[in-house]
């Protein structure tokens, strides 16, 4: 294992650069990608100083992967990448401002809603079936909802 640390080269930097990124295509997070792009820089600082001791190419490559990690999750939580799709993996929060009719009424405050091809837990004041209601929010997979038309006493 020495002998090999011993004679790296910038093109083997280069390679597990581009290994990592295509990791990243398979496993997204934004995790790999800035490990392939550290050792890409590894890579290049080895081809501009060759002869660099191994240990210190695997110190560089640490520390600027830790760094890089770092940072871009910091940059990312001041500046949120944003989308077209919110809600996209986030089924129960799809339905926030629909409105249903109760085919099932709700007692002590639970209730079910069929929603389009499934059926839903609510958490709603008590009333009857045929009661129109709308979705406001989200608990975990039960979803919030509020009176529009009220059908019964």
């Given at each position: 294992?020495?002998?090999?640390?011993?004679?790296?080269?910038?093109?083997?930097?280069?390679?597990?650069?581009?290994?990592?990124?295509?990791?990243?295509?398979?496993?997204?997070?934004?995790?790999?990608?800035?490990?392939?792009?550290?050792?890409?820089?590894?890579?290049?600082?080895?081809?501009?100083?060759?002869?660099?001791?191994?240990?210190?190419?695997?110190?560089?490559?640490?520390?600027?992967?830790?760094?890089?990690?770092?940072?871009?999750?910091?940059?990312?939580?001041?500046?949120?990448?944003?989308?077209?799709?919110?809600?996209?993996?986030?089924?129960?929060?799809?339905?926030?401002?629909?409105?249903?009719?109760?085919?099932?009424?709700?007692?002590?405050?639970?209730?079910?809603?069929?929603?389009?091809?499934?059926?839903?837990?609510?958490?709603?004041?008590?009333?009857?079936?045929?009661?129109?209601?709308?979705?406001?929010?989200?608990?975990?997979?039960?979803?919030?909802?509020?009176?529009?038309?009220?059908?019964g006493n």
């Open positions: 294992m020495i002998a090999f640390l011993e004679s790296l080269a910038f093109w083997h930097w280069l390679v597990l650069g581009v290994g990592l990124a295509i990791i990243e295509v398979f496993a997204p997070g934004a995790f790999f990608l800035w490990l392939g792009i550290s050792a890409g820089v590894v890579g290049v600082l080895l081809w501009l100083i060759p002869g660099t001791p191994w240990e210190l190419q695997v110190l560089l490559f640490a520390i600027i992967s830790i760094a890089s990690v770092v940072l871009a999750r910091r940059y990312l939580k001041a500046y949120p990448l944003e989308t077209d799709l919110p809600n996209l993996n986030q089924r129960g929060h799809q339905y926030v401002g629909r409105v249903f009719t109760l085919e099932e009424p709700v007692i002590n405050g639970q209730g079910k809603i069929q929603v389009d091809d499934s059926t839903w837990k609510i958490t709603c004041d008590d009333c009857e079936v045929g009661t129109k209601v709308v979705i406001n929010g989200v608990d975990g997979v039960v979803l919030r909802a509020a009176i529009i038309t009220k059908i």
